[in-house]
Structures are given as structure tokens and as C-alpha cells.
């Protein structure tokens, strides 16, 4: 039996790049997604060709889910647990841009309820749920392999850079930071190590159209590693976590942005 990850969101852009690293660690793995069904069968069968390349051998499952309703999140924790019956890492990666971008001063409720749902309160409750039902496995914990059980939340530099054009996004980010914290405290005592995953300017769909911007900042220096990040950068990140590389540490920001949070004179 191999470990078993959930990866929300993981159809394409950041999602499928860690879907696929933790393929190559030899990962079960559920490609969740709301919308995008053909873009998650190409991550599954992306996922099981990364697995052989290292000479492993993995299941990738596909389920639809909009983590904002709290009837698929039940449904997708329980399709877990009946297909796998055990869940070694909840990657909360599931989000959405503002629609549309707007400044502050002009900005509705209606896209700001989308982002708190999408962003904020889906990955709330599913920790909350995946959580629950780790703590229930580490009282009679699956044999093989080992049962160590970790939760990852990829939230953004937005959680602290201000955009004002953007204030519902960084708002749910920010959130998604106190998220780590909360959940890293309540579960220090059962073991289960909580991250939170930081990234930068990534290259994905969801930045394809500010890429003439950002491509003249990172030309000019806006942080120190000039090149866009991808979504295997944050990837072998999680595999860091996953593969327990960081076994005294919980409640951990791990920085995936280039540099961009230093601070430089």
C-alpha cells in the first residue's frame, strides 16, 4: 500500500505540479476538481507516467468537488477513506482570483463572499474534517507503510503583500497563514505537523495574463532569483514535508517566492 495524498484544486497550474511530485515519492493521490474534468484525467494520467519514470507503481483517482459546499467536502473525505482508508497528507491548494480584480474603494460583496468561501472556509472545514478523521486513524493506524500524518496549505505572498486591487484575495491568504497556526497548535498533541506553503510569482493560467508585467519587475529586480517560479518548485516543496524532512517542525511558513519576503537595503 502506498501513502495516500489529496490534493485539492490539482486539475492544472500549482495543483497538478504537486500532484505529480508526490506521484514521483511513490504517493497515491486524489485529483480533486470543481469545474475542469478533462484537465484532471490529463493530471491523473501526467501523475502515473511521473510515478514509472521513477519506478513506481501509484493510483491516481479523480473527484469532483467544490470545496465551498460543504456536502462535497463530506463526500470527498469519505471517497478517501472508502477507496484508500487512510489519508497520510491534505494538500489544501483549491483557490480562485478575484472576478474581477478591483481597487478597494470600488470592490462588491459578491465577489468577496466568493473568495471567503472558495479560499477561506473550504480549506477551514476540510482541515477540520481531514483532521478528525487522522486523529481517528491514529488509534488503530494502518501498518504499511507507516502512518505519519501531515497538512499543507499553499496560501501566497499576497497573505501579506497588499494589492490593492485585489483586497478579497490577500484577505482570504492571510486568513489561510492563521489557518496553519490554529490547526499546527490544536494538533501538535496527536503528532500531525501542519505547514503552510508560501509561494511567489508562479507560472500558471491564473498569471498567464499579467506575465508582460511581471516578466519586466523580475527583469528589474523585484526579488533576488530572477525567474518566475513553477509549479515544481512548489511541488518538491510539499515532497519535503511529505517525505518528512522537517520531523521538529509544525506550524511552519516555507517560502517559495524567489526571495521576495527578504527584505534588502
Not at 494520467?45 to 519506478?55: F, T
Amino acid at each position: 500500500m502506498n501513502r495516500v495524498a489529496l490534493v485539492t484544486g490539482s486539475s492544472r497550474g500549482i495543483g497538478r505540479g504537486i500532484a505529480n511530485a508526490l506521484a514521483k515519492l511513490g504517493f497515491n493521490v486524489i485529483i480533486n476538481y470543481a469545474g475542469n474534468a478533462e484537465a484532471a484525467a490529463q493530471t491523473a494520467e501526467q501523475c502515473i507516467e511521473s510515478a514509472g519514470s521513477e519506478g513506481k507503481s501509484i493510483t491516481a483517482e479523480v473527484f469532483k468537488a467544490d470545496i465551498s459546499n460543504s456536502d462535497d467536502r463530506r463526500r470527498l473525505i469519505e471517497f478517501t477513506y472508502d477507496r484508500f482508508n487512510r489519508l497520510d497528507l491534505l494538500v489544501n491548494n483549491a483557490g480562485v482570483a478575484p472576478r474581477p480584480r478591483a481597487d478597494i474603494l470600488e470592490a462588491n460583496e459578491e465577489s468577496f463572499d466568493r473568495m471567503i468561501h472558495i479560499n477561506l472556509k473550504g480549506p477551514y472545514f476540510l482541515t477540520q474534517s481531514a483532521a478528525n478523521k487522522m486523529i481517528e486513524h491514529l488509534h488503530n493506524p494502518p501498518a504499511n507503510p507507516p502512518y505519519n500524518p501531515k497538512i499543507i496549505t499553499i496560501s501566497s505572498v499576497s497573505a501579506y503583500a497588499a494589492s490593492v486591487n485585489r483586497g478579497d484575495y490577500c484577505i482570504t491568504k492571510s486568513g489561510l497563514s492563521m489557518l496553519t497556526q490554529l490547526f499546527a497548535a490544536r494538533l501538535s498533541e496527536f503528532g500531525i505537523g501542519v505547514f503552510e506553503i508560501r509561494p511567489g510569482i508562479i507560472a500558471t493560467d491564473m498569471t498567464a495574463p499579467v506575465k508582460e508585467r511581471y516578466d519586466k519587475l523580475i527583469a528589474e529586480g523585484l526579488y533576488p532569483i530572477k525567474r518566475w517560479g513553477t509549479p515544481d518548485d512548489v511541488g518538491r516543496a510539499v515532497c519535503a514535508v511529505a517525505d518528512d524532512l522537517l520531523p521538529f517542525s509544525t506550524g511552519e511558513v516555507i517560502n517559495v517566492d524567489g526571495g521576495f519576503h527578504m527584505r534588502t537595503l
